[in-house]
Each structure stands twice: as structure tokens, then as C-alpha cells.
């Protein structure tokens, strides 16, 4: 049984980039998909596709890297919020991670979003992960 999911889904992606890796399969769950799809949606990984074959099902992430350089386009994932630390942060004490370069993915009470789009819909919530 894994404690943290989410630590687990990141180590699994940041893994598979350190080894040049160009699809990694991940056990699914509603929160990986949600976290996935933010990621997508900010071009950090090249395409996705869930398997709901099996009882759990799985998430197939193709990993972007750079044609010219071969440089991954995800230098850096960071879990922030633990199962034993929680970490929230209010609409107004949003992070800002790399000075807006990158991305910080928030659980809020509307659903899985970057810290930009909270600040939109005006919700706080548990700051899940940075990614740049």
C-alpha cells in the first residue's frame, strides 16, 4: 500500500525523465488524471491516454523533450504538500513559483488547477506540487 500517491506519481514521471524515458505508465486515480491533465494543458508532457482496462486502471504520460538539445521540458517536480504536513495557501498568499516561470498545481474546492487559475476563480486550497 503507498502512503502518498501523488509523491509516488511524481517520482514515477521525474524518474523516467532522469533515465530519457519517452512514455511512463502510472497507476490511475482521479487526482493523478486531474494533476496529469493540468500538465498537459501547460505543455509540460507531449500527450496522455488512460487505460481503464484493468481494475485500477492506468495513466500513459508521453514525456516531452526539446528535438534540438534533447532537454526535458520538466526540469523539476517538488511535492509540497504531505500526508503528514499539510500545506493549504489562501487566494490571497497564492504561490508564485520561478517568479511565474513555473507552475504550482492546487487541490482547491473547484477542482485541480494552477495557482494562476485559482487566482482567477478566486479559491485557495492545498498546494500539491510545483513544477518549472
Not at 36 to 42: A, E
Not at 52 to 71: E, F, H, R, W
Not at 86 to 103: F, I, T
Amino acid at each position: 500500500m503507498n502512503t502518498d500517491p501523488i509523491a509516488d506519481y511524481l517520482t514515477r514521471v521525474r524518474n523516467a525523465i532522469k533515465a530519457n524515458h519517452r512514455v511512463v505508465e502510472i497507476p490511475a486515480s482521479n487526482i493523478k488524471k486531474e494533476i496529469t491533465k493540468v500538465l498537459y494543458h501547460k505543455g509540460y508532457i507531449q500527450s496522455y491516454r488512460f487505460d481503464d482496462s484493468s481494475v485500477q486502471g492506468t495513466i500513459k504520460i508521453a514525456l516531452k523533450y526539446n528535438p534540438a538539445t534533447k532537454q526535458p521540458a520538466i526540469t523539476k517536480l517538488e511535492r509540497v504538500s504531505k500526508p503528514g504536513l499539510r500545506k493549504y495557501a489562501h487566494v490571497e498568499n497564492l504561490p508564485r513559483v520561478l517568479s511565474g516561470l513555473g507552475v504550482a498545481i492546487l487541490s482547491t474546492s473547484k477542482g485541480v488547477m494552477t495557482e494562476k487559475e485559482a487566482k482567477n476563480e478566486n479559491v485557495g486550497g492545498e498546494v500539491l506540487c510545483y513544477v518549472y
